[in-house]
């Protein structure tokens, strides 16, 4: 009864914009600033933005590499993400395999072959044709062993792509491959790659 009544509210209108005048509001001294450093920071040219952008482009590129090198499953590929391509890079890198002592023999099977005498060149050849009978044998062992692994191990999981993923990574140098290996060679796997 003797209480205050509100007024109702005043709708502001708009007022319309002066004939001559920018149509915007003045911008505040923060949102000023703000822009003058933006664009002090944009390229001035076309030659500028491609050397920041390649800049950016290295340092990401250096991230990711540390990414792969320290086993952190972020920054990998992916083909090289999930338990099943853990496993496969475990079963891989705890094996010596053949195929790192080819460079070794194929400098040693090349060196033979120059040295003009006969006897050497045909030794060159067999230590080349052994290299590569070596190899091909390795990558099949390498192919039924660990399908049977993994068939052991995930028998839930699809493994397609997963024989051509064990040969490729075989086939690099240890100290090349990429994400780098977890496990020494002949080092036992641990029973449960869900956890890991």
Same mark, same amino acid.
């Given at each position: #009864? =003797? ?19 920018? !149509? ?43 990414? #792969? ?6 920054? =990998? ?38 040295? !003009? ?37 995930? +028998? ?14 075989? #086939? ?6 990429? +994400? ?5 060679? !002949? ?10």
């Amino acid at each position: #009864m =003797f209480k205050r009544t509100k007024s109702p509210a005043v709708e502001e209108t708009a007022t319309p914009a002066k004939p001559g005048g920018k !149509g915007r509001p003045t911008p505040t001294r923060k949102e000023a600033e703000a822009a003058a450093k933006a664009r002090a920071r944009a390229p001035r040219d076309k030659r500028e933005a491609s050397r920041k952008q390649r800049e950016f482009r290295a340092e990401e590129s250096r991230k990711i590499r540390q990414g #792969m090198k320290s086993g952190d499953e972020r920054y =990998f590929l992916p083909r090289d993400k999930g338990r099943v391509r853990r496993f496969i890079r475990d079963y891989v890198d705890r094996r010596f395999s053949i195929v790192e002592m080819v460079i070794p023999l194929m400098i040693v099977g090349l060196l033979l072959g120059y040295t !003009g005498n006969s006897a050497l060149v045909q030794a060159s050849s067999l230590v080349l044709l052994a290299t590569v009978l070596f190899v091909v044998t390795d990558m099949f062992v390498l192919r039924f062993r660990i399908r049977r692994e993994l068939r052991t191990r995930f +028998p839930d999981e699809s493994l397609k792509g997963t024989t051509y993923y064990a040969l490729t990574r075989s #086939m690099q140098m240890k100290f090349m491959r990429l +994400p780098k290996a977890r496990v020494k060679i !002949g080092q036992a796997l641990p029973e449960d790659y869900d956890r890991n």
